[in-house]
C-alpha cells in the first residue's frame, strides 16, 4: 500500500499570503496524484488532478506541481474562503487507492 | 451536472450489517466509463476509500476491508448501494458516494451520511 505524507498537519497564513502545501509518497506515484479541499461540514471537492491540472471551475491561484514522490499544492494568493482542509490521494497503485492524512491551512 | 445523494440508517449495532445507497442524478450510471465508489470518513480524521463498482458488476473493495464488502449495482434506478457486515465502533464515520471516473479520481461527491456504531 502506497502512505501518502503530507506537511505540514496545520499551517496558519494570513489571506493575500502564498501558501504551499506537501505530498510525498512511501514510493513513486508517476504523476498519477490529485488534491482535494474540503470545507468544514462540507464533502471534498477535487481541485487538482494528475499532480498538475486544475479540474474544471477550479480558479488560477490554485496550482500543483511534483512527480514520482514529492508533490506541492500552491495557492498563490489565499482568499478568505481556501481556508479548509487539503487532502493529497493517489492512483498509481492499488488497491487501495489511498489518501494523505490531510493539511489544515488555517487564518 | 451530477449529483449523488447518500441514504442510510444514521444509527446501527454492533455486529450488524451496514446498508447504504447512492442515488445518482444528472447522469446516466450506465456511462461506459464511468465508476461509483464509496469513502468513508472517522469524525475528525482522514478519508478511507472503501469500493468502486461498475455498471458491469465489475467491483474493486479495499483489501482491509474486503472480507466485510459487497457493493452493487442498480441501474433502473440509477443506484449504486453498499453493505458493510460485522460492525464495530471504528466504523463509525461520514460515508461518502463519488463518481470515480476511469478509476482515477473522485469527483464530484455527495454530501456525505454520517453513521453511528453504538448499541
Known amino acids: 500500500e502506497i502512505v501518502l505524507t503530507q506537511s505540514p498537519a496545520t499551517l496558519s497564513l494570513s489571506p493575500g499570503e502564498r501558501a504551499t502545501l506537501s505530498c510525498r509518497a512511501s514510493?513513486?506515484?508517476?504523476?498519477?496524484l490529485a488534491w482535494y479541499q474540503q470545507k468544514p461540514g462540507q464533502s471534498p471537492r477535487l481541485l487538482i488532478y494528475?499532480?498538475?491540472s486544475r479540474a474544471t471551475g477550479i480558479p488560477a491561484r490554485f496550482s500543483g506541481s511534483g512527480s514520482g514522490t514529492d508533490f506541492t499544492l500552491t495557492i498563490s494568493s489565499l482568499e478568505p474562503e481556501d481556508f479548509a482542509v487539503y487532502f493529497c490521494?493517489?492512483?498509481?497503485?492499488?488497491?487501495?487507492?489511498?489518501f494523505g492524512q490531510g493539511t489544515k491551512l488555517e487564518i | 451536472q451530477v449529483q449523488l445523494q447518500e441514504s442510510g440508517p444514521g444509527l446501527v449495532k454492533p455486529s450488524e450489517t451496514l446498508s447504504l445507497i447512492c442515488t445518482v442524478s444528472?447522469?446516466?450510471?450506465?456511462?461506459?466509463?464511468?465508476?461509483w465508489a464509496w469513502i468513508r470518513q472517522p469524525p475528525g480524521k482522514g478519508l478511507e476509500w472503501i469500493a468502486t463498482?461498475?455498471?458491469?458488476?465489475?467491483?474493486f473493495y479495499n483489501p482491509s476491508l474486503k472480507s466485510r464488502i459487497t457493493m452493487s449495482v442498480d441501474t433502473s434506478k440509477n443506484q449504486f448501494s453498499l453493505s458493510l457486515s460485522s460492525l464495530t465502533a471504528a466504523d463509525t464515520a461520514v460515508y461518502f458516494c463519488?463518481?470515480?471516473?476511469?478509476?482515477?479520481?473522485?469527483?464530484?461527491w455527495g454530501q456525505g451520511t454520517l453513521v453511528t456504531v453504538s448499541s
Open positions: 514510493r513513486s506515484v508517476n504523476n498519477y
Open positions: 463519488s463518481r470515480h471516473s476511469g478509476l482515477r479520481y473522485f469527483d464530484p
Open positions: 444528472g447522469d446516466s450510471i450506465n456511462s461506459h466509463n464511468y465508476y
Open positions: 494528475d499532480a498538475s
Open positions: 463498482v461498475h455498471y458491469s458488476g465489475n467491483t
Open positions: 490521494q493517489q492512483r498509481s497503485n492499488w488497491p487501495p487507492f489511498t
